[in-house]
């Protein structure tokens, strides 16, 4: 209990075997919390889940919307690089190998001012190296269909869908900045989202996009959902 009555924070272990629930312990006791095997009924200040148990992905992403503010951590046992980055996608704020699983949640305990952005992976640097305009588009992403372009040295993403009437801007022509819209004919800055024509009467959302650590990936801002 705390001072004030009320019960510890938890870390909520899905399908942790005894090793790794041993592992998390002290992690939790330096944090006065609690770990807990069944799913709390308040939110947690972390979530620990094997990604390599059966519907790991599904209920990791479940979690993920359920609760926000949580930290969300997925550990794997195999260096599965597509899978690593599937639960990226999924919404964890870390992956990591079961072996450092306590220690990369312990620095993260520790620094609450990295709830910040999230980042979503898109692809690898490598596989864009060395090209221009359109690199690639993304169905699924936290905020919808994205497309990717480079303009000179600049990454830049936007909404993959027209303002105006919903065509995939992605199959429009781009020179230079600015894309046509494959429909009507719209014209838009892809480096800032900005209307250079109509019919469409407004901007296409732009995205922030990042390249660390060899992987280029969009940052979410929470605002924006
Ligand atoms: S759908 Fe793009 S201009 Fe009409």
């Known amino acids: 209990m705390r001072e004030d009555g009320s019960p510890p924070g938890t870390i909520f272990v899905a399908d942790g075997d005894a ?3 041993r592992r998390l312990a002290p992690v939790a006791a330096a944090y006065g919390l609690a770990v807990v095997t069944a799913e709390p009924s308040d939110p947690p200040r972390a979530v620990v889940v094997d990604v390599e148990g059966p519907e790991a992905l599904h209920r990791l992403a479940q979690w993920r919307a359920r609760w926000p503010d949580a930290i969300v951590a997925g550990h794997l046992a195999s260096p599965d690089r597509e899978l690593w980055v599937s639960v990226q996608r999924s919404g964890a704020d870390l992956v990591c190998n079961r072996g450092a699983l306590a220690v990369r949640l312990r ?3 520790g620094q ?3 709830a910040g952005p999230r980042r979503f992976p898109l692809l690898a640097a490598a596989d864009i190296a060395g090209r221009l305009g359109l690199l690639g588009r993304f169905e699924q992403t936290p905020v919808g269909p994205v497309a990717l372009f480079r303009v000179g040295p600049q990454l830049c993403a936007i909404t993959d869908s027209c303002p105006h009437a919903g065509a995939v801007l992605s199959q429009g022509e781009l020179a230079s900045a600015v894309l046509t819209c ?3 004919g719209s014209q838009f800055d892809v480096r800032t989202g900005e209307r250079l024509r109509g019919p469409a009467d407004r901007e296409v959302a732009p995205h922030r996009v ?3 650590a060899g992987q280029v990936s969009l940052v979410l801002d929470p605002d924006r959902g």
């Open 112 to 114: 609450p001012e990295r």
């Open 107 to 109: 620095e993260r305990l």
């Open 182 to 184: 494959p429909r009507h």
């Open 19 to 21: 090793a790794m629930l």
């Open 210 to 212: 990042v390249e660390e």
